[in-house]
């Protein structure tokens, strides 16, 4: 992979421009002051990722020294295809979910003002993650965002958010450490931390292999693959709504995104010889369980939070066909039509939930005809996350199939398509009972319509998504080739 | 930019533009609806008769739009395509017509026509895919539009019965989508190609190019309601006669045959398909569910249920024709297409006008009902006669050619089967006919409501039946004309056995 030396400063201002937002809102926290914040920031950073994303689709891959010291001292940003495409998605879901939290915190000063400060932050660690080039600025902000995400999710307040904000911290907290374990052992070994100069010198002895394990597990812990999902139906049901959207469909790529980036980059085969086969039956079973714990679930939150766990497996996927460059496009198009998908099924459900004043799958049998375009985004975004045509999870899966066949492991293809099914089993009741007649319509509050938008524009992008394929995916041509 | 090449998208986008609009216009709007969806049926038809004048004169409309690296969708407008195509947008435009008069006055109507244009978008998808990939993304996408107009009414049962529409469907999606995978993998293509692309493959696949076959045709087979796989189109009967007449005739059973023929001739090829054994299986499995569907037809005492079974017994005649794999047997497949098509969707718009007018859904309710509905009598019992396989109609030039063509081919037993199933079309349809006209009406009709003043009952309702009805006798009188069916199927198997 060629990779250049820029001084142009497009991925340091993706992360300086949610700072800059964060203190603007918490200094001046009025309602024109966030909005004239917004119409700035927002701007801004798409003008930034474009820039960024011509430079990385002429060269392939772009590094920036911040304050002119290279590694291992100074701190790296470094930016490739699959770079891109997460900052893409995270700022897309974040504006979508920055729209509709404007119309959902609306009234309620004291969580307003508490909000839109974190959100930021969180919205920064999520572009440093996706920006860093070295293992220890890796864990740094993936610690920003927990932060950010730990106070966002008890921000509802209650008992049952505080208590699975409190879990949550704690699963990460451990998974930070041995993370942070793994990360001293191989710079006890090898003395660096850059994961291009990382990638060219580990070699498969006994600390490196342990550091591996170190590393992996504890973020596995943060992306909750199944054994370790415990935590996240609870977390990302309980949290306020647009909090719920971007942890599902940001904050556990974060985590998965390193796994994938030291896999790809760091670690070769001969140190981890049956790791990936053992993550792919792992991911295997987080399919078929959290599927099948979301046929079971009588709340619409927690029926779409078990739906992530379902749809992480798919990411997981990947390893044991690491060889195939399909795999590859598959995995990472699963992540960016998950978040999109699910982003916008988490915001129609707030709409749902809202209309009704009640969250139990069996009383939107009441919902009469008010909210057509939140229930067109949930069952747009189910279509993606059904892995049916013409959405963007339809590609992902199409490619993670070809992948299998191809490399003779046709077991994985059984499992995507017994996947796709069972998100069918637990998504079409919910519109089932969206058209069903009731005997007593309930009266429905009003949602505001930029939250309806919100959902729907998310769910029609994971649709564009799917047709369009050709433009993100040729980002990788020159980023793999 | 050489227009003929964006004709395909024209077409697709002639519905789908229409349902957008109507998803965005409000519910009240009903006449502004109306105006837009009929329009859109008459530029479709347009459209789709200059497609076919170029089509004829061997002008080629091919459109690519790369998706993956190696994956494009493709839209391509061949003989057999056009023949779908041209069947789809004169029902939709008589359906539309049709569905205007029966849901007067009901609540939703925005929903079921928006939805209605998105199915005809994706049946038109089908009809032009030129590859497996896009024939698979149109063929999911009807899947998943159907599904409202099967629920429509919302009720308890209608909500059954579109769980079991889905899980029988969404199955069958994914065995041919890893049968199509499969396939891609193996060859790199999966472009339709004239005789088939898979006849000059090396040696030594056999067997998987078989367990493909196999995975295609069945995931095929529960569109096409092929026994065992058929369970769900009896019980889709709930939806709105429309729906019915709509998914015997264009949408989704003749989407799993209109597959069925482009495995077997454009993606297999016939002699290859042959030499492999595949066909002989197929064969028989259409012969036993002709058999069976009319079989069991016989006992339903539900109008729709019967017409039901009887659709399942119809449609296995193309798969059977195009099994049979010789040139005339597949004339006389492909031609069905079209002649089921236009049967079936007679008798499903009598059964709605029969429910709308008198609100009768038994056979045992029928008696005497010639008098008060003559001109839909009339319609249906062409319609019955044609689907028994009386001349002139339509239905025995199908049954001609699959005679023939068995002959022709040496396979004799058909024969036995084609006889076999003619009785049986006989015992369930004269009965029909008999109480219609013959039996005096006992008692009131059940639930007599006042459509039409002018006509026997509602015209949006009656012109639909009369005209598609004119069509079952005109295509079998006129089909040695050159713009019959028949013909259109010769030039198909022609350029496809060429």
């Given at each position: 992979m ?24 918490y ?12 119409a ?5 950073a798409?003008y ?11 060269s ?8 002119g ?6 701190i ?10 997460m ?9 979508a ?8 915190f ?14 930021m932050?969180?919205w ?10 070295d ?11 927990v ?8 921000l ?9 904000g ?11 450490l ?11 070994s090898?003395g ?48 306020p709504?647009?909090v719920?959207?971007?942890?599902s ?13 030291l ?6 085969h001969?140190i981890i010889?049956?790791?990936?086969l053992?993550?792919?039956v792992?991911g ?6 959290g599927?099948?714990?979301?046929l ?6 927690m ?11 798919y990411l ?9 460059s ?14 999109l998908?699910k982003?916008?099924?988490?915001l ?13 799958i069996?009383?939107l ?11 067109f985004a ?14 963007a ?16 492991q046709?077991?994985?293809a059984?499992?995507?398509?017994a ?25 429905c ?6 939250m309806?938008a919100?959902?729907i524009?998310l769910a ?22 | ?10 077409v ?13 216009l ?11 969806n009929?329009s859109?049926?008459f530029i ?17 409309y ?5 998706v ?19 069947l789809?947008a ?6 539309t ?6 849901l ?10 928006g ?19 896009t ?14 107009l ?14 079991t ?6 199955s069958?999606g994914?065995v041919?989508?890893i049968g199509i ?14 005789g088939?692309?898979?006849?000059h493959?090396?040696g ?12 295609l ?25 429309p ?5 015997h005739?264009?949408?989704v059973?003749?989407a799993g ?20 054994g ?7 499995v259409?012969s036993?569910t ?10 339903q005492?539900?109008l729709k ?5 009887s ?7 193309i ?8 040139p005339?047997?597949?004339i006389g497949?492909?031609t ?16 709605g006008?029969?429910?709308e ?7 045992s ?6 008098r ?6 009339a319609?249906?019992?062409?319609a ?15 049954k001609?050619y699959?005679g023939?063509?068995?002959i022709?081919?040496g ?12 009785l049986?079309?006989?015992a ?6 008999n109480s219609?006209?013959f039996?005096k009406?006992?008692?009131?009709w ?11 009952t ?12 004119c069509f079952?006798i ?25």
């Amino acid at each position: 992979m060629q990779e250049i030396i820029t001084t142009a400063p497009w991925g340091a201002l993706m992360v300086v421009i949610p700072l800059a937002a964060a203190a603007a809102s918490y200094l001046f926290p009025w309602r024109s002051a966030l909005m004239a914040a917004s119409a700035i920031a927002f701007p801004a950073a798409f003008y930034s990722l474009a820039l960024l994303a011509r430079d990385v689709w002429v060269s392939g891959a772009v590094r920036y020294r911040i304050g002119g010291w290279g590694s291992p001292l100074g701190i790296d940003l470094f930016a490739d295809g699959l770079s891109i495409l997460m900052l893409f998605m995270t700022i897309v879901v974040v504006m979508a979910a920055s729209i509709y939290s404007s119309f959902y915190f609306s009234g309620d000063v004291e969580r307003k003002r508490s909000f839109w400060p974190l959100w930021m932050f969180l919205w920064a660690g999520l572009n440093g993650v996706f920006l860093s080039g070295d293992v220890f600025n890796l864990y740094v902000t993936l610690e920003v965002m927990v932060i950010a995400s730990v106070a966002l999710i008890s921000l509802k307040g209650g008992r049952e958010a505080l208590l699975s904000g409190m879990r949550y911290f704690l699963v990460s907290v451990l998974g930070s450490l041995s993370y942070l374990m793994g990360v001293a052992m191989l710079y006890g070994s090898y003395g660096i931390l850059d994961i291009g100069a990382l990638g060219r010198t580990i070699g498969p002895d006994p600390a490196a292999q342990i550091a591996i394990v170190l590393i992996v597990t504890g973020l596995l812990a943060k992306t909750a693959l199944f054994p370790l999902h415990f935590w996240l139906p609870k977390a990302h049901a309980s949290a306020p709504v647009p909090v719920s959207a971007a942890l599902s469909a940001l904050v556990v790529k974060a985590p998965f995104y390193i796994i994938l980036r030291l896999w790809t980059d760091v670690f070769s085969h001969d140190i981890i010889s049956h790791a990936g086969l053992m993550l792919g039956v792992l991911g295997s079973v987080a399919i078929i369980w959290g599927g099948v714990m979301a046929l079971r679930q009588t709340r619409l939150k927690m029926l779409v939070a078990y739906s992530t766990v379902s749809q992480i497996g798919y990411l997981f996927l990947f390893f044991p066909m690491a060889g195939s460059s399909d795999a590859f496009l598959g995995c990472v198009y699963q992540a960016l039509s998950h978040g999109l998908a699910k982003a916008s099924m988490f915001l129609a459900a707030g709409n749902l939930i809202k209309a009704l004043g009640s969250d139990l799958i069996e009383d939107l049998r009441g919902l009469r005809q008010r909210l057509n375009i939140s229930t067109f985004a949930f069952g747009l975004a189910g279509i993606s996350l059904m892995g049916l045509p013409p959405g963007a999870g339809f590609i992902a899966k199409w490619q993670l199939l070809k992948a299998s066949i191809e490399t003779g492991q046709w077991w994985w293809a059984i499992i995507i398509v017994a996947g796709g099914l069972l998100a069918a089993g637990y998504l079409f009741p919910v519109l089932r009972n969206i058209i069903s007649q009731s005997q007593d319509p309930v009266e429905c509050a009003k949602v505001p319509f930029g939250m309806e938008a919100a959902a729907i524009v998310l769910a029609v992008l994971s649709l564009v998504l799917g047709i369009a394929a050709a433009v993100p995916l040729s980002l990788f041509r020159t980023a793999l080739l | 930019m050489n227009i003929d090449n964006w004709m395909p998208v024209f077409v697709i986008l002639s519905s789908l533009v229409p349902a957008i609009i109507i998803f965005l216009l409000n519910e009240r709007q009903n006449i502004l609806r109306t105006i837009i969806n009929m329009s859109a049926a008459f530029i479709k038809i347009a459209l789709v008769g200059m497609m076919t004048w170029g089509v004829f004169h061997e002008r080629n409309y091919i459109m690519h739009f790369p998706v993956v690296p190696g994956i494009e969708i493709i839209f391509r407008a061949d003989a057999l395509a056009m023949f779908f195509l041209i069947l789809s947008a004169g029902l939709w435009l008589l359906t539309t017509a049709y569905a205007v008069g029966y849901l007067e006055g009901s609540p939703n109507r925005r929903r079921f026509f928006g939805f209605f244009s998105l199915c005809v978008t994706s049946t038109m998808g089908i009809s032009l895919a030129g590859n497996l990939f896009t024939f698979f993304i149109f063929y999911e996408m009807l899947t998943l539009t159907t599904y409202p107009l099967v629920v429509h009414r919302g009720t308890q049962k209608s909500l059954e019965a579109g769980s079991t529409y889905l899980r029988y469907t969404l199955s069958g999606g994914a065995v041919l989508l890893i049968g199509i995978v499969w396939l891609h993998v193996q060859t790199g293509t999966l472009e339709f190609t004239q005789g088939g692309y898979l006849n000059h493959a090396a040696g030594g696949h056999a067997v998987t190019l078989t367990i493909i076959f196999a995975l295609l045709i069945i995931g095929l087979a529960v569109k096409t309601a092929i026994i065992p796989l058929h369970g769900w189109l009896p019980a889709a009967m709930v939806a709105p006669a429309p729906v019915s007449a709509l998914l015997h005739a264009v949408a989704v059973v003749k989407a799993g045959a209109f597959g069925i023929v482009r495995v077997v001739n454009n993606v297999y090829g016939v002699e290859f398909a042959a030499t492999l054994g595949v066909t002989m299986p197929l064969a028989f499995v259409a012969s036993a569910t002709i058999i069976y569907g009319s079989f069991k037809a016989l006992f339903q005492d539900d109008l729709k249920k019967r017409l039901a079974y009887s659709t399942i017994s119809q449609v296995s005649y193309i798969v059977l024709g195009v099994a049979i794999a010789g040139p005339l047997s597949t004339i006389g497949g492909i031609t069905h297409i079209v002649h089921q098509g236009i049967m079936k969707i007679t008798l499903f718009f009598c059964a709605g006008v029969l429910a709308e007018t008198l609100g009768i859904h038994r056979i045992s309710e029928m008696r005497g009902v010639g008098r008060r509905l003559p001109m839909t009598m009339a319609a249906f019992t062409i319609a019955a006669l044609g689907m028994i396989g009386v001349p002139p109609t339509v239905g025995f030039i199908t049954k001609w050619y699959l005679g023939i063509g068995a002959i022709d081919a040496g396979q004799t037993w058909v024969l036995a089967v084609l006889g076999m199933s003619t009785l049986l079309n006989a015992a369930y349809f004269l009965p029909i006919i008999n109480s219609a006209w013959f039996i005096k009406q006992s008692g009131d009709w059940p639930e007599e409501k006042k459509r039409g003043r002018f006509f026997e009952t509602d015209p949006w309702l009656l012109f639909p039946v009369l005209i598609i009805a004119c069509f079952t006798i005109l295509a079998g009188i006129l089909a040695g004309e050159f713009f019959s069916p028949l013909e259109w199927a010769k030039l198909i198997t022609e350029r496809e056995y060429r």
